[in-house]
């Protein structure tokens, strides 16, 4: 699962965190722009064969975006 998470003191910055098969969590980057979190987040779920995104508590497809 790839999440998008609004950034708590820098409202404008996303990090997008990506969690594997063992649960480990790790952090792929932070962007500046809802938009651009979502490209990264997309390009990295085609690289990475992941169906869903979590973007602030919305699970959204990778094809529906």
Known sequence: M????QNANLPQWFSIEITDKLGFMDI???VKGKAM???VAKRLAKKE?????NIDGFIAETEDL
Do not use: G, M, S, T
Not at 2 to 5: A, R, S
Not at 49 to 53: L, N, S, T, V, W
């Open 49 to 53: 064969d992941i169906k869903h995104i």
């Open 2 to 5: 790839i999440k998008i998470l």
């Open 37 to 39: 979190a979502i490209r």
């Open 28 to 30: 792929v980057d932070e």
